[in-house]
């Protein structure tokens, strides 16, 4: 070897360690910049439902090593420096206006840009599967999260429901409760389903990665991870409901119902392996490379330190550091609180209407994680049906907290939506306030529901529009305030335009008051 092939292989061999050298320096400036993020959605991690997710960093690092001397490296790079760019934007956004999950996604943005502009395009094919792993590590939010818990709530009581019927079991459900005669059984949202959809989700995208076989194989693999939990819960709870009819309610509680948990979750492992089995054997055959990932390759990790050090890696990552010293320079700038009256000094009496006070229940209030509220239920002398009044304000909707549609929740209380719509309800002073109207149903009692959000002066009836409104004052007013308004009365002989009249007059009737308690 000549004097200048060996200055050229120190050259070459001293650049891929500043390399891996550089990438690790950008990786920890990133994990700083999103820790309060990570900090906020770690306190979720605890829970059932998510507390598989310290295994996905390991699991996500040990992939990405088993992968990365497999790489083909190569074609375009300049996609990761605009990945690096968008980062920086999310993260100053998330920090910006409090969106502690939307910073966390923009740290992982930027980690699959900066990963993009070393690998190319042709890398990034092998190696994004693992960075984009790590995206199981945040939580839905809220909003989705109670949508889908609802919705899994309720259709894993229904499938029970119907597995019992079929095994002989006299069995009636009213909303979420399963009523066996002797006792009755509440599927809680702590048996939504959820506890096995997520940990099954990110274990199901784990194995599609090492399952080298044709891409709809790994896409068929992910996606029967819903159906599968579905499935098993509505099982447990149809096994469950089965031996309470027989041997009591004891089978329902203590530490034979968190054995049945886990029992149920292994066979939903067991089924995901099945699947894999079949699908091997589908067409032409490919491998389920798991136990190749669990022997170290000294390869890949020596060859690991041979990052490829381009341009566009060495762009991607001073973009990212410059981004990110930037959101951290940000002066942290204060909530504004505005001034307004408490709720429990609601008025009780507007008019001839006269209202009854009620207590919500704590498991709410502890899921909803409300500043103040009030509910109660409003009638006139002689009427035959009464307004329930319902305002949800929130001081602040920053860090996960924020109002949410009633349409997440309604299915789960057992009730059918049976109509939808938006409607214009009339005030005194020629204007009109818009509103969500919704049907709904449940055991032939039909109810009219209006709804809308009262979000610092501006009345909105759609998520979307909430969500922009809440970034957009945050940034720019510093307030994150807003209510969620909603008012419900029963249809009385099917008369749906004598519901729709009562609710209007209410609104009128307190429509005035409302600015004291929820400030514009």
Request: hydrophobic fraction near 50%; charged fraction near 15%.
């Amino acid at each position: 070897m000549t004097n200048a092939t060996q200055s050229y292989a120190i050259r070459t061999m001293q650049e891929h360690r500043l390399g891996l050298a550089f990438g690790v320096l950008v990786l920890g400036c990133t994990i700083a910049t999103v820790l309060p993020g990570l900090s906020y959605i770690s306190t979720l991690w605890g829970t059932e439902e998510y507390s598989h997710v310290y295994l996905i960093p390991p699991l996500a690092l040990l992939t990405f090593l088993f992968r990365f001397g497999r790489a083909e490296r190569g074609g375009a790079r300049w996609p990761g420096i605009v990945l690096a760019c968008f980062s920086c934007f999310v993260m100053f956004l998330g920090s910006v206006a409090g969106l502690y999950t939307v910073s966390v996604y923009g740290g992982l943005i930027g980690i699959y840009g900066l990963a993009w502009s070393g690998v190319g395009a042709r890398g990034i094919r092998t190696l994004g599967g693992p960075i984009l792993y790590l995206g199981f590590l945040v939580p839905l939010p809220k909003a989705f999260y109670l949508t889908l818990s609802s919705q899994m709530q309720l259709l894993s009581s229904k499938l029970g429901v119907a597995a019992m019927s079929a095994m002989g079991v006299t069995v009636f459900l009213d909303g979420n409760v399963i009523d066996l005669g002797s006792s009755k059984l509440e599927v809680a949202a702590a048996c939504n389903g959820l506890r096995y959809l997520f940990p099954l989700l990110g274990f199901g995208y784990l194995m599609a990665m090492l399952l080298e076989d044709a891409f709809w194989k790994k896409v068929v693999l992910v996606i029967s991870t819903l159906p599968i939990a579905v499935a098993m819960n509505a099982g447990r709870i149809a096994m469950i409901g089965v031996l309470v009819d027989r041997y009591g309610i004891a089978m329902a509680e203590g530490t034979q119902h968190e054995v049945e948990g886990f029992l149920v979750f292994f066979i939903c492992i067991l089924v995901l392996l099945a699947e894999v089995w079949v699908l091997l054997r589908i067409g032409k055959r490919g491998r389920f490379l798991a136990l190749d990932m669990l022997v170290p390759d000294m390869n890949s990790l020596r060859s690991l330190s041979g990052w490829p050090v381009t341009k566009s890696f060495l762009i991607a990552g001073v973009v990212l550091v410059a981004g990110e010293l930037a959101v951290a320079a940000m002066p942290t700038r204060a909530e504004v609180i505005p001034d307004r009256q408490p709720l429990s000094l609601f008025p009780m009496q507007f008019g001839d209407w006269s209202g009854t006070p009620h207590v919500m229940e704590t498991q709410f209030l502890d899921m909803l994680h409300l500043t103040d509220y009030v509910l109660a239920d409003y009638a006139r002398p002689n009427s035959d049906a009464a307004v329930n009044f319902y305002v949800a304000y929130y001081e602040s909707q920053k860090f996960g907290i924020q109002s949410h549609s009633p349409q997440q929740c309604i299915p789960g209380g057992g009730w059918n939506i049976l109509s939808q719509s938006l409607i214009q309800i009339p005030e005194s002073d020629g204007k009109a306030i818009p509103a969500n109207r919704v049907l709904i149903e449940r055991q032939g009692v039909r109810q009219v529901a209006y709804f809308w959000f009262d979000e610092r002066g501006r009345t909105m009836t759609n998520d979307f529009e909430l969500r922009y409104y809440a970034v957009r004052d945050a940034m720019l007013e510093g307030r994150s305030d807003g209510a969620l308004i909603r008012l419900v009365t029963p249809v009385v002989d099917g008369d749906e335009a004598k519901a729709d009249a009562r609710l209007v007059e209410f609104v009128g009737a307190v429509k005035g008051s409302l600015g004291k308690y929820v400030p514009n």
